[in-house]
């Protein structure tokens, strides 16, 4: 009697068996989740779910089969169908979760998912094909010949898909490193300076300054001489050279100057006292007049245009009020007689 039912319990207690230690597993997953912060242990933990009883089915129907009285050929063949269907289940598994949890980590990094497409693909291809080897590989069929093939096949997209490969990793250097992002103003070392206001696997877009786009190859992106003016901070400083008479009185000069600065700070806040302002006598002598610069900081690049533009006709008009002159480039000449 016990014989006729060997077969469902051989597979009952293995299925048992596996059951706790999936529920077990499963469990362990669970509170780890909830101990994280990321969300990638929650993908991992609902993707296995379902995929787990499967996998303890397979299982247990192999080890029933291990203890069947059934011809070693038919038994050859019955494995060899239940480890294909698990290698492919898991095949199947592993490429869901890995294009899922990229998809989290890029969330979690702030990264662009829409144009992570081809490494996505790329991604699942790599697994299917191994585990379609593995499947080959377990039906006794010699797979050298396809691996070379593919490695020959490989090289040829890869060769054909240089140029869009490059800028994608290119881009994934330029996500990952953070030292450009979206809202910075760069300026290349072609000149062309503008607002990041996209960056994505392939390109790179600027918004310049006079309202047109520039899409930059990440490729190119990488590869040049960046300047960015919104780091490490935003502030950036300006100077205004200011040419004044032989016979000023350069103490007055700079308390004017700068009780200017300061009054004007009080109305924008795009002109900054810290860092403090500095007067210098710099470049010096000059051919007619002294010349003085007024370095001073604002809120960020492109206010500094309209900010040194209000400075200088604030100082030009105390300049007048005050009598201290402002010369006319001039060349005296003596003649000597003789």
Not at 218 to 228: D, M, P, R, T, Y
Not at 290 to 296: A, S
């Amino acid at each position: 009697m016990l014989k006729d039912y060997k077969i469902i319990i051989i597979f009952s207690v293995s299925f048992g068996i596996l059951y706790v230690v999936r529920v077990l597993i499963i469990e362990f997953l669970k509170k780890l989740a909830k101990k994280t912060t990321t969300k990638l242990d929650d993908v991992i933990y609902k993707a296995i779910k379902l995929p787990s009883l499967l996998w303890i089915v397979i299982i247990s129907v192999h080890v029933t089969l291990t203890f069947l009285d059934i011809p070693e050929k038919h038994y050859h063949l019955l494995t060899k169908m239940i480890n294909t269907l698990l290698i492919l289940s898991i095949t199947i598994f592993l490429a869901h979760l890995s294009t899922k949890a990229l998809k989290v980590y890029l969330e979690e990094k702030s990264l662009p998912t829409a144009g992570a497409s081809l490494i996505f693909i790329l991604i699942n291809t790599i697994i299917y094909t191994v585990g379609i080897l593995i499947i080959l590989s377990n039906l006794n069929i010699s797979i050298t010949p396809i691996i070379t093939t593919l490695g020959v096949g490989g090289l040829a997209v890869g060769l054909a898909l240089k140029d869009t490969l490059s800028n994608i990793f290119s881009g994934l250097y330029i996500l990952l490193e953070k030292r450009i992002n979206i809202g910075d103003l760069i300026e290349l070392e072609n000149g062309r300076r503008g607002y990041v206001v996209n960056i994505n696997w392939r390109t790179t877009t600027l918004k310049t300054l006079t309202n047109d786009t520039v899409i930059i190859p990440n490729e190119k992106l990488a590869q040049s001489i960046v300047l960015n003016y919104a780091k490490p901070v935003n502030i950036t400083r300006i100077s205004i050279e200011i040419p004044v008479s032989y016979n000023t009185d350069i103490d007055k000069l700079e308390k004017v100057v700068l009780d200017e600065v300061e009054k004007y700070s009080k109305e924008d806040d795009r002109l900054l006292l810290d860092p403090k302002p500095a007067f210098r006598f710099i470049p010096g002598f000059g051919d007619s007049s002294l010349n003085f610069t007024l370095y001073v900081s604002v809120s960020d690049y492109e206010s500094g245009f309209a900010v040194q533009s209000e400075l200088r006709k604030r100082i030009f008009k105390r300049l007048k009020a005050e009598n201290i002159e402002i010369p006319y480039p001039q060349l005296d000449v003596h003649l000597k007689r003789q």
